[in-house]
């Protein structure tokens, strides 16, 4: 059902390590081309087109594209009260989170009279995606709603495919999360036409945005690419992955659930194990055997973990090992090792990070107060995680008075010459003119 890759005894580069291990292909190019006419007819288009686009894409024309207010409040007025309890419970935790990544203002006096003071000022507008298809993710509600509102973003609005099954509306535990969270506008749009609404707007019925966040398919990583610069993104999310790190101690029943729970997302789904002990490893692949033909989503579960995407993974020492998770760089890395704390300490490049036997993945995934939107694809050698930082831009405010000026004056005027840009020398003489 899964590989074996077998790195013992080799050195490999970080290049040489993600040739092994591969990502599932994705053709964002093809599917940009695939997307362009619909962001067209979105952009010179009208409400009317995004329900012709719900009819062609979701199989349903919705009466309305902005969900109404009576939806919304219905729709958390029979919220099952065990799902509302679970979301409180985890909004909350969320919240305290996401409130001590606010950044403070500060001033930096870089000499008398003369200050720099930055600011962290929030975005005006956003749009935030929440995919439909295999599953529902009200989950995926709070985690960008969350850092958005706590960045004070004053304008916030939420995008979900219609459901044929929900009378063109998205699926009600999306709306009721939305509702719960204090969200009033909300489109039944999906894919690249919901991105496209964003960064484009439709007068009379939707504003401009200027940033897009949130998970999707190909289709909105496509749209995504195609529209940075007429908003800005998060990320382009692709298909979910899970790394797990562990040596002789793990429990390959533990191993084997959080493989899988990842792989349920998507048949290119990743799901990699490296480890130093063979007899794990072997342990792991028939607890698969077992646990995949027992869970609902077998089919995509035992696809995915038949790709190339995913392997087991044969190092010869946790060292080796953090060097192979470390290059690959997972959305979701777990460390299940006896020194578990320490290992984890080495990692530089990972999405999320998970320590020990009682920090799976799906922990993170709802309640555990971090964000699960994260970069994949390797992303995470570069990119972080949705956090309130997305949601604000750092200002530089400066301040400088007659004497700091006059001290800094040649300095300035020396530069802009060396540079040939003497208009911008002139720009400080002329203010000596009239001292």
Same mark, same amino acid.
């Given at each position: ?278 007899? *794990?490893?072997? %342990? @792991?692949?028939?607890? !698969?055997? &077992?646990?995949? +033909? ?6 995509? /579960?035992? =696809? ?9 993974? *044969?190092?010869? %020492? @946790?060292?080796?090992? !953090?060097? &192979?998770?470390? +290059? ?6 777990? /460390?299940? =090792? ?98």
């Amino acid at each position: 059902m899964i590989r074996t890759l077998d790195l013992r005894g080799r050195t490999l580069s970080k290049a040489e390590i993600n040739r092994e291990i591969p990502r599932a292909r994705l053709d964002v190019e093809t599917a940009m081309a695939a997307i362009a006419p619909i962001l067209h007819r979105v952009k010179n288009g009208s409400e009317e087109t995004l329900r012709e686009l719900a009819q062609e894409f979701d199989g349903v024309r919705p009466n309305e594209i902005r969900v109404p207010q009576a939806a919304l409040t219905k729709a958390l007025a029979e919220l099952d009260p065990d799902i509302r309890a679970a979301l409180e419970l985890s909004i909350s935790r969320v919240r305290k989170v996401h409130q001590d990544q606010v950044r403070a203002e500060k001033t930096v006096q870089v000499v008398a009279g003369g200050t720099v003071t930055e600011k962290w000022i929030p975005v005006d507008r956003v749009g935030l995606y929440v995919p439909g298809g295999r599953a529902v993710y009200p989950s995926s509600v709070m985690m960008n709603v969350v850092p958005a509102q706590i960045a004070n973003v004053a304008s916030i609005a939420v995008a979900s495919p219609p459901q044929s099954e929900f009378d063109g509306l998205p699926h009600p535990t999306i709306l009721a999360t939305c509702t719960l969270l204090g969200i009033t506008e909300v489109y039944a749009v999906g894919g690249a036409q919901a991105v496209a609404l964003f960064a484009y707007g439709i007068d009379g019925f939707c504003e401009k945005c200027d940033l897009v966040t949130g998970p999707g398919n190909i289709y909105v990583a496509a749209a995504k690419r195609a529209l940075r610069g007429v908003i800005g993104i998060d990320s382009e999310a692709g298909p979910t992955e899970i790394a797990i790190l562990a040596d002789e101690t793990a429990l390959a029943s533990d191993v084997a659930a959080d493989l899988i729970s990842q792989a349920e997302h998507d048949p290119i789904a990743a799901a990699v194990l490296v480890t130093t002990s063979p007899e *794990l490893a072997n %342990s @792991v692949a028939a607890e !698969l055997k &077992v646990r995949v +033909a027992a869970t609902k989503h077998s089919d995509r /579960i035992a =696809t995915a973990l038949s790709g190339i995407q995913s392997a087991i993974v *044969l190092v010869d %020492s @946790v060292s080796q090992g !953090l060097d &192979v998770v470390n +290059a690959y760089a997972a959305e979701h890395l777990e /460390i299940q =090792t006896k020194n578990a704390t320490s290992d984890a300490a080495q990692i530089r490049n990972a999405g999320a990070v998970f320590i020990g036997r009682f920090a799976p993945v799906s922990l993170g995934d709802y309640s555990a107060g971090s964000n699960h939107v994260l970069p994949t694809g390797g992303c995470a050698c570069h990119s972080s995680g949705l956090s309130v930082q997305t949601f604000l831009r750092g200002l530089h405010f400066i301040s400088y008075d007659q004497a700091a000026f006059i001290d800094i004056a040649p300095t300035v005027i020396t530069l802009a010459n060396s540079e040939d840009l003497p208009a911008h020398g002139e720009a400080i003489t002329a203010r000596f003119e009239k001292l």
